[in-house]
């Protein structure tokens, strides 16, 4: 009799539950302005987040959730009971926890932002949210986790806060970017699936994610080598050669949307700072050549990306000369033994050097139209040019043809000159006596022809 008593309760309330998540999912208001939604929070949500019945926990959470997309406050409140749901919860309740997070931060993102500044404080140490470390923590257990559906779940949540820019942590995209290839995850086909679309779109629609890439890339080339170099028998894993030519294909700066040629059209400032994404692996890729320790097969992987990245000019020729003595270096340290890295690093040579040239070339022509064009753009500029100002330089623009301020007129020896206040002397020696004049003019018609009158 207990027993049917407790299964009606717990179907009692699994029911007014569901009634309250879709009503929930269906409203659009702030939660503390309404107070039948804060009754019902009070009253019917908050206890059955701390019921002991699992089923009314989790729908519990569920609308607990909810209920803080609709107040950030309560969110606010909410994110650590929400973290603790993850860290000790089965795994389907890590799985809820996590999506919830996920929405959370997307509807209030700027519960990571960083605290504001005090007026008197040093701007040049920016304290960390202290809900981040626990948010990224959380992501990076959930990655790890031997649970599919939780993995799953913190890999798309993860996905969608990097692609949205909520979250920019590199140690948490390294993670990504290795899971995609780890053979531990070759089961967990949709997670699989959700890396392969998001690893491009991520790199490819700003600079800063390729440049966030470029950070982790050396350190994911040796992360799956160690792996490949300790897989068993039974394990298969794709071949390191793949996984350079995916670093390298994310990286390309000819990809990244509005940052360079091939994919935007625009030009300056942001084609420039695109196009220095590879520049800036190579930089990465040269330096753990020549370090002492890299092993060989990880040298191999490293020349044969070299070969691959796209050099192009830039507005900082420094870069470039770094770039070029590192490949210097390599050469004097006769690290490149075989005739293929020899071929990659001559042929790198060679287009850093035209690169250089190039940049030196664009500099000297833009500072001579710099020379030329700075008085004109400074005139046009000035705001304190007026209207008289104006009419001035028009006059002076046609002073070839009119009289100057001092009655001095542009032309040959025989004009005329200044005799008086505003007099002309002419010479009128060519012109045919008056009595003539007056005759030709009577000799036109009758004065009566009212055409001449």
């Known amino acids: 009799m207990e027993d049917e008593k407790a299964v009606r309760e717990i179907m009692v309330n699994m029911k007014c539950l569901h009634i309250a998540q879709c009503m929930l999912q269906n409203v659009q208001c702030n939660l503390e302005e309404n107070v039948h939604l804060v009754t019902m929070l009070n009253n019917l949500v908050v206890p059955a987040v701390r019921s002991q019945e699992a089923p009314i926990r989790e729908r519990g959470l569920l609308c607990l959730g909810l209920c803080c997309l609709l107040g950030k406050n309560l969110a606010e409140e909410n994110l ?4 603790h749901c993850f860290a000790k919860g089965h795994p389907a309740l890590q799985a809820i926890s996590i999506q919830i997070i996920c929405d959370i931060l997307t509807t209030h993102p700027t519960l990571l932002s960083p605290p504001p500044m005090p007026t008197n404080a040093d701007q040049t140490e920016i304290e960390a949210n202290p809900l981040q470390k626990p948010v990224h923590k959380m992501f990076a257990k959930a990655l790890k986790s031997p649970e599919g559906d939780v993995q799953l779940a913190g890999c798309t949540a993860l996905c969608k806060l990097m692609l ?8 948490l995209l390294k993670q990504l970017v290795v899971a995609y290839f780890e053979p531990d995850t070759q089961g967990n086909a949709g997670l699989r699936q959700a890396l392969s679309y998001f690893l491009p779109v991520y790199c490819h629609s700003r600079t800063e994610n390729a440049e966030r890439m470029v950070a982790v890339a050396v350190s994911v080339v040796h992360s799956l080598a160690n792996m490949s170099e300790e ?6 894993m794709v071949g390191m050669g793949v996984v350079a030519a995916h670093l390298v294909d994310w990286t ?17 400032k942001e084609k420039e700072v695109g196009g220095e994404v590879h520049l800036s692996l190579a930089e990465e890729l040269l330096e753990k050549v020549l370090t002492p320790g890299t092993s060989k097969e990880e040298k191999k992987i490293f020349i044969s990306m070299l070969g691959k990245l796209y050099i192009s000019p830039t507005r900082v020729p ?9 490949v210097n270096e390599v050469f004097e340290n006769k690290i490149a ?15 850093l050097s035209k690169c250089i040239t190039e940049t030196r070339a664009q500099e000297g022509s833009e500072k001579e139209a710099g020379d030329t064009v700075a008085p004109t753009a400074e005139l046009n500029n000035d705001d304190g040019v007026t209207a008289q100002l104006q009419t001035e330089l028009d006059a002076d623009a046609t002073r070839v043809e009119e009289p100057d301020a001092e009655g001095t007129v542009m032309g040959d020896d025989d004009a005329p000159t200044e005799v008086g206040d505003g007099e002309i002397d002419m010479d009128m020696s060519g012109l045919a006596p008056d009595s003539a004049i007056q005759d030709l003019l009577d000799s036109f018609g ?8």
């Not at 897989?231 to 298969?236: A, F, I, K, R, Y």
């Not at 390309?252 to 300056?268: C, K, M, N, S, Y």
């Not at 033994?337 to 287009?351: E, K």
């Open 164 to 171: 949205t820019n909520i979250i920019k942590d590199t140690d």
């Open 337 to 351: 033994t075989d005739a293929t890295s020899r071929n990659v690093f001559t042929g790198l040579q060679a287009s």
């Open 318 to 326: 420094a870069r470039l000369r770094t770039i070029f003595d590192l």
């Open 80 to 83: 650590t009971l929400l973290l």
């Open 446 to 453: 009758d004065e009566d022809d009212p055409d001449l009158m």
């Open 231 to 236: 897989l068993d028998e039974e394990e298969e």
């Open 252 to 268: 390309d700066p000819r990809r990244v949307i509005g940052a360079a040629g091939a994919l935007g059209t625009v030009t300056g």
